[in-house]
């Protein structure tokens, strides 16, 4: 049965600084692995989508990587905002059929102060 | 640029009423979600659904849940008989074929 962790639970970090988040999965027979962002309340926002043959992935300050034989995900947030606040998911899309059904971990809540 | 509407944003109910929680996902997407999450715990999947049937379930999906696309636009998720335990925020989701999976912003289902 996969489980996904996430460390830390929550970061506090100040203005500007660059950070990694780390998400960890056990069984590497993913099919790809997907970063959200979650605002109190509110729904899930789609960041990054790392297929299971890539190594990274980034969007604008963000690179996402995955190294499938160790179970692992880094999250890495360049030179990071007060609006980066959030709480940060990672979730585990397993192999099945073509869409799948993903595997959430706990998540880290960012806060970063101005 | 596309995105899920989940309706109601929050719903309050009455322990053993019938709920419907309605998604219109994105138009072009052919795989269907629904996931919820319990105040304070990781966002759990609940059933996925393609070509108009239920592609796979997990153990909370039982026989209480039902999922329907009842025309070209619309999936809902239906709970028979609402229990307090079932309080909690439901997200759909919607995906193509080996592309992310994008979320609503859920609903809160409060269960009294």
């Known amino acids: 049965k996969q489980e996904v962790t996430q460390i830390p639970a929550a970061l506090s970090v100040p203005e500007g600084e660059n950070l990694v988040l780390n998400c960890s999965f056990t069984d590497s027979a993913i099919y790809n692995l997907q970063w959200f962002r979650q605002d109190p309340g509110k729904g899930l926002t789609s960041l990054l989508l790392?297929?299971?043959?890539?190594r990274e992935q980034t969007s604008g300050r963000l690179n996402a990587s995955l190294d499938k034989s160790s179970g692992r995900s880094t999250l890495y947030i360049a030179a990071s905002q007060p609006g980066d606040s959030a709480t940060y998911l990672c979730a585990a899309n397993m192999i099945y059929n073509q869409g799948g059904k993903l595997i959430f971990g706990q998540g880290t809540e960012l806060s970063v102060k101005p | 640029e596309p995105e899920v509407t989940q309706t109601p944003s929050h719903q309050v109910t009455q322990m053993g009423q019938e709920v419907i929680l309605r998604c219109v996902p994105i138009s072009n997407h052919l795989y269907f979600y629904w996931y919820r999450q319990i105040l304070g715990q990781k966002v759990e999947f609940l059933v996925s659904f393609y070509n108009n049937e239920i592609s796979e379930k997990s153990e909370i999906f039982d026989d209480q849940f039902s999922v329907e696309r009842p025309d070209g636009s619309n999936f809902t998720l239906k709970i028979r008989s609402t229990k307090l335990e079932d309080s909690a925020m439901y997200f759909c989701a919607s995906s193509g074929t080996y592309t992310e999976a994008f979320f609503g912003q859920g609903t809160r289902l409060t269960v009294v």
């Open positions: 790392i297929q299971s043959s890539q």
